[in-house]
T-cell receptor
């Protein structure tokens, strides 16, 4: 009954590597989101997408990019990984804004990324 | 700018107690409020969603209330169990473009057996 799937639970990457985090949802949701979660800082929005090939910057987009070629898949890309990008990354999805009243967010199980 | 505050930051109770977690928000122009549970090292699991026009929602031992005008929500957990130990987060979905969620910092709950 998994609805938002993140491809990796744990990743270890080297500084300077290009890193891809993948997220797939099977609920036909229009909106998809990438957050990072750090102790003491809570959840912070990196990027979101409200439609295929559309993307909007969140609160902390620097050092990241995203790709949404298909409705069900939203990828987060770290162009050149740095140690300060070590974090828990969470993907989420929701119905479109016009259905916001009754629609909650569904989160994936998270990817713990360590950059060494 | 919307701010969401959760009190207390941490709570430790003996098994079997009923407990209340509090969430307050500064801007009442919200679509809904959602309570999540997060276990250590895991993702967020949605517990309850309350639409802005609703007063409360119930699921099993959980009851969430919403008073939009005063900017408050409570999550009531009846007959707590050690398995309820987790971090509880509340989040409001508001009417900005993209309908982003704004999260509180969470309440860390420990239920002792």
């Amino acid at each position: 009954d998994v609805k938002v799937t993140q491809s990796s639970r744990y990743l270890v990457k080297r500084t300077g590597e290009k890193v891809f985090l993948e997220c797939v949802q099977d609920m036909d949701h229009e909106n998809m989101f990438w957050y990072r979660q750090d102790p003491g800082l809570g959840l912070r929005l990196i990027y979101f997408s409200y439609d295929v090939k559309m993307k909007e910057k969140g609160d902390i987009p620097e050092g990241y990019s995203v790709s949404r070629e298909k409705k069900e898949r939203f990828s987060l890309i770290l162009e050149s990984a740095s140690t300060n990008q070590t974090s828990m990354y969470l993907c989420a999805s929701s119905l479109a804004d016009r259905q916001a009243l009754q629609s909650g967010y569904t989160f994936g199980s998270g990817t713990r990324l360590t950059v060494v | 700018k919307q701010e969401v505050t959760q009190i207390p930051a941490a709570l430790s109770v003996p098994e079997g107690e009923n407990l209340v977690l509090n969430c307050s928000f500064t801007d009442s122009a919200i679509y809904n409020l959602q309570w999540f549970r997060q276990d250590p090292g895991k993702g967020l699991t949605s517990l309850l969603l309350i639409q802005s026009s609703q007063r409360e929602q119930t699921s099993g031992r959980l009851n969430a209330s919403l008073d939009k005008s005063s900017g408050r929500s409570t999550l009531y957990i009846a007959a707590s169990q050690p398995g309820d130990s987790a971090t509880y987060l509340c989040a409001v979905r508001q009417g900005e473009y993209g309908n982003k969620l704004v999260f509180g910092a969470g309440t860390i709950l420990r239920v002792k057996s």
